[in-house]
């Protein structure tokens, strides 16, 4: 057997050497790795999901180094996921068919009403089919990574690269504010003091870094509490604390409410006892921790209001409402304020008697509403609303308690995600949303293998 390995891996240098001398050593390699992957996939399907996990890093890379397949390279990613399912339901539909969930109708009606506001209410279709892209395209990760996890260890390994993908960025963040990495002068109010420097690791923003460490630090808290192993435990509750320290750096006071509601929530899953010490350590945080109590003193403070009523938040909800009041049901069209694609369009509205510039809403509810009106906000709300409780359910019903752990942490995750886009537009960033519809796929595929498992033991039992 080892001698037809040799001549096997003898035979495999020739042709590798053969074909470099024509081809390229480069090609060659290239070629290679996409064979490598290729038959990763085909031996066990469910990798390609994890691909996603790295979507931070991916989309780093190839705005770094390959510019010119970097705005397209999650649709590829996407449609090789849809035909890896495709692969699936084709040679296993015997043994895995096709997975529903009780979320499946909530989507599905949400992606409905966002045509509905496309047919009826599009001033310029262009730019309405470009905002309907940007809203529907990252909620469709949903139905693939569902139908392609195979079981609880695949999920469970999905996790844990993407704690892993985190966890890295947050030590990269906190040795951004070892250095005192440089950042523009518009991330800091003029009138405020001690921010010496707000990171962001690979990211463009500091808030979006923000929401992606509120996303994935009460599963790394899941994690922590899963191993028994003592080495392993205080790893994960090591690269806890290294995130809490990335995320007070980040100075976004929107992922703070973010992060402080998820870990409420993960405390009150987890156990209702630790609600209390949970709080108490927040206050004190707020209180005692310099650059926390700067922060949000500042913000409580008649400068601040001022300064945000000239040119920030307050203003811009402000000039939001009043758009809102004059298209009250359907909003002014998908993708004519209030995110990248009016930006990008340079749109402006009138306001009273002044000309405005389109711009980034901060709040996503009310720049849902103002591009979509109260049926689009309605249909949105809605969504998030059944994301919450069919996590819910799903942690109701679990009896594993490596899934139960699991969800615990997702679904705590998610809840500061949606408290935060209140503040902030965070699903106006494709990487944001890619991760938050990724791990919803995950908490509903423990919801299917739970209702799976229940009914197998009801019908032996029957």
Not at 42 to 59: G, S, T
Not at 111 to 123: E, G, R
Not at 157 to 185: D, N, R, T
Not at 258 to 264: A, C, D, E, N, Y
């Amino acid at each position: 057997m080892k001698k037809q390995t040799l001549i096997s891996l003898i035979i495999l240098f020739l042709l590798a050497g053969i074909f470099g001398a024509f081809f390229g050593i480069e090609n060659v390699i290239i070629f290679s790795l996409v064979l490598a992957i290729i038959g990763l996939v085909f031996a066990n399907y469910q990798i390609i999901a994890y691909a996603l996990c790295l979507y931070p890093f991916i989309d780093f890379v190839l705005r770094s180094f390959a510019p010119g397949i970097a705005s397209i390279w999650d649709e590829l990613l996407f449609i090789a996921m849809f035909l890896v399912w495709g692969y699936k339901y084709i040679r296993y539909r015997n043994e895995e068919g096709f997975k529903q969930t009780p979320l499946d109708l909530p989507v599905i009606l949400f992606l409905i009403a966002m045509l509905v506001v496309f047919i009826i209410n599009s001033p310029d279709y262009r730019i309405s089919l470009e905002g309907f892209r940007a809203v529907i395209q990252y909620i469709l990760w949903y139905f693939v990574i569902i139908q392609l996890l195979k079981d609880t260890k695949g999920a469970k390994m999905l996790c844990l690269i993407f704690v892993i993908v985190v966890s890295l960025m947050a030590i990269h963040g906190v040795y951004q504010y070892i250095i005192g990495v440089e950042m523009p002068a518009g991330w800091v109010d003029s009138k405020e003091a001690g921010v010496r420097t707000r990171v962001f690791s690979i990211l463009t923003s500091p808030n979006i870094l923000g929401s992606l460490i509120t996303l994935a630090l009460p599963l790394t808290l899941s994690f922590a509490g899963l191993y028994k192993n003592i080495k392993t435990k205080a790893l994960f509750y090591i690269l806890s604390l290294i995130m809490v320290g990335c995320l007070v750096f980040t100075f976004s006071r929107g992922a703070w409410i973010g992060f402080g509601v998820s870990i409420l929530v993960y405390a009150f899953l987890k156990d209702k006892r630790l609600l209390i010490p949970v709080l108490v350590v927040g206050v004190l945080s707020a209180l005692l921790v310099p650059g926390i109590a700067n922060r949000i003193s500042y913000m409580l403070s008649p400068e601040y209001i001022e300064s945000s009523l000239r040119g920030g938040r307050l203003v811009r909800w402000i000039t939001g409402l009043q758009i809102l009041q004059g298209t009250p049901l359907f909003g002014v069209g998908l993708g004519h304020f209030g995110g990248a694609v009016a930006i990008n369009n340079e749109l402006s509205y009138l306001v009273g008697t002044e000309m405005v510039e389109t711009f980034y809403m901060d709040n996503y509810y009310l720049k849902t509403a103002v591009e979509t009106g109260f049926f689009g906000l309605f249909a949105f709300l809605i969504l998030m609303y059944q994301i919450l409780v069919n996590g819910l359910r799903t942690i109701r019903i679990t009896t594993d308690k490596v899934s139960k752990e699991l969800e615990i942490g997702i679904l705590a995750g998610l809840f500061g995600v949606i408290v935060h886009n209140f503040v902030e537009n965070v699903f106006e960033v494709p990487m944001m949303t890619s991760c938050f519809w990724l791990l919803v796929a995950v908490l509903m595929h423990f919801w299917y293998i739970n209702y799976k498992d229940n009914n197998i033991v009801l019908t032996n039992k029957n």
